[in-house]
């Protein structure tokens, strides 16, 4: 799916209230088109005789045409902007979504501040193509050419004089829109950069003054910083010279035929009436086309910023459910006999094998330690029974039951486990204990806490099992990380048949084991 397909496939989801801001649109281009219409023909009879009776109808006339005018603007801003909220909601959490359905592997090549930088700044960028650069393009489409429509029933030659200027702007809005385009990727691909930095650097605070590299560090800040303004510079300078073209360009088109209808009502071949007219209708012909310039700005960074939204939907998120042929027939499947089986497993990263024809089996109750040399492939063997990398097929078993045939959400449901690299979120020690859980109670907590041998540190600490850990659990040891990590496992391991009770005996063996 291209971007553009992606971003329409939105666009279908609010076709009614997109539609209905449409009509708002073309409502208010309606009344904004009568006005000179409406002055015209004031300036005519009053050119004649000024009355009261005429000064109060058209006053009255004028007023009407704008209050309306105004109310269908604000109801096409209420409906197309608020609909553009409302796809940003939905586009961020689809976005999120899949990068918590994305394959570990693909984390492994990509920097966290970049992904931040998508999920933040792009999608603000595609809002603002979704919805002033949407509103702008049909208003302004829309008067320039009622604007030409009428102006044409005044004169049409100089109608026709008025639009010389129209392929000199069409050229410089596809010269300079395509140079915004490639520029601004560049700025917010360069800013994902900075946010990756930035976001190493906080994690890795520790590290970065235990080795005294803050000076190193502001110093390459520096540099990125200096670098990421002089993109956003060439941007401006660019920008800066599209827009006074644009202008110049206008400007010349306004003057000429300011001159011809000049020449034409001193001849008298023009009323004052219809000349005054045929320069609002040129006024409004004019700053549509300048606005146009603008929606090209936007919808060229809108454009470039889905590009790279798009770079990561293009990424096949995992797969988190086995083929509907192969899942258990009714109800929730259980652990029966709990042996886990390897049979000739080989996996490989990139080229080299990290496992070469590993086979083990692991009886119900049995404890088994895997010792191994650094890169011997320890923590890969668990990340493949768990799933977090997908083994070759038939060459796990679990109940035995192929890995691949399980649903991810069962298998992990079995499967308690605490990683050598412990992370913990910005939170409560109990709440990072009740993330195995959300439904445990407080007297739970505790007694988890208590046997994963917590409880002397806990009462260290002056809001006990309630004090916020820091980002990372940074204000606690590696040894109290550890001891935080292994109950929220256990919490995480449930039994089916005993009605998922964390406390329940198959669960603490499954656990042990």
């Not at 930095?197 to 970065?208: A, I, P």
Request: proline fraction near 4%; glycine fraction near 8%.
């Amino acid at each position: 799916m291209t971007p553009l397909r992606r971003l329409l496939t939105y666009f279908v989801r609010h076709k009614k209230s997109l539609t209905l801001g449409g009509l708002c649109v073309v409502g208010s281009a309606i009344f904004s088109l009568l006005k000179p219409s409406i002055i015209g023909a004031a300036v005519n009879e009053l050119a004649k005789a000024v009355t009261r009776g005429a000064l109060i109808r058209y006053s009255l006339l004028l007023v009407g045409a704008s209050a309306i005018e105004g109310m269908f603007l604000y109801l096409q801003r209420w409906i197309i902007i608020g609909a553009s909220r409302r796809i940003e909601y939905e586009m961020r959490n689809d976005f999120f979504k899949h990068l918590e359905r994305m394959p570990v592997r693909y984390y492994h090549g990509q920097r966290t501040g970049d992904l931040m930088s998508r999920a933040t700044n792009d999608l603000s960028s595609v809002r603002m193509l979704i919805g002033p650069a949407v509103m702008y393009t049909a208003s302004s489409l829309l008067v320039v050419t009622g604007a030409f429509i009428m102006m044409t029933r005044i004169d049409r030659m100089m109608a026709l004089v008025s639009l010389v200027s129209l392929p000199i702007v069409a050229a410089l809005v596809k010269i300079f829109g395509q140079e915004i385009h490639v520029r601004f990727k560049s700025v917010q691909d360069y800013f994902g950069d900075i946010s990756a930095r930035v976001q190493e650097n906080l994690s890795g605070v520790r590290v970065v003054r235990a080795f005294g590299q803050e000076k190193n560090e502001i110093e390459t800040f520096k540099r990125m910083n200096h670098e990421y303004v002089e993109r956003n510079r060439s941007l401006i300078r660019l920008t800066a010279t599209f827009y006074p073209a644009l202008h110049g360009v206008i400007g010349i088109m306004f003057g000429v035929v300011f001159f011809m209808g000049s020449r034409r009502m001193i001849a008298g071949s023009m009323s004052i009436g219809s000349f005054v007219a045929f320069q609002f209708y040129l006024g409004r012909m004019i700053w549509p086309l300048i606005a146009l310039g603008w929606v090209i700005n936007l919808f060229q960074r809108g454009m470039a910023s889905m590009v790279r939204l798009d770079e990561v939907w293009r990424v096949e998120p995992e797969n988190v459910e086995p083929a509907l042929s192969r899942l258990e027939p009714a109800g929730e499947p259980v652990l029966r006999s709990a042996d886990i089986d390897v049979r000739d497993l080989t996996f490989t990263y990139d080229r080299q094998p990290v496992l070469r024809d590993v086979s083990f089996s692991v009886g119900h109750g049995e404890t088994v330690g895997i010792v191994g040399r650094t890169g011997s492939g320890k923590s890969t063997l668990l990340a493949l029974i768990t799933r977090t990398f997908e083994p070759p097929p038939g060459t796990i078993f679990i109940d035995r039951k192929p890995v691949e045939t399980i649903a991810l959400r069962q298998l992990r449901d079995w499967i308690g486990m605490v990683p050598q690299e412990t992370f913990l979120f910005s939170e409560s020690i109990a709440e990072n204990i009740r993330f195995g859980r959300a439904d445990a109670r407080d007297d739970e907590v505790r007694e988890a806490a208590e046997e994963a041998g917590l409880t002397g540190d806990v009462a260290a600490f002056a809001q006990g099992l309630d004090t916020v850990i820091g980002e990372r659990g940074i204000t606690l040891s590696g040894g109290q990380k550890q001891r935080t990590a292994i109950p929220r496992s256990a919490f995480f391991t449930r039994c089916a048949r005993f009605e998922k009770d964390a406390r329940c005996s198959s669960c603490r063996t499954a656990f042990r084991r």
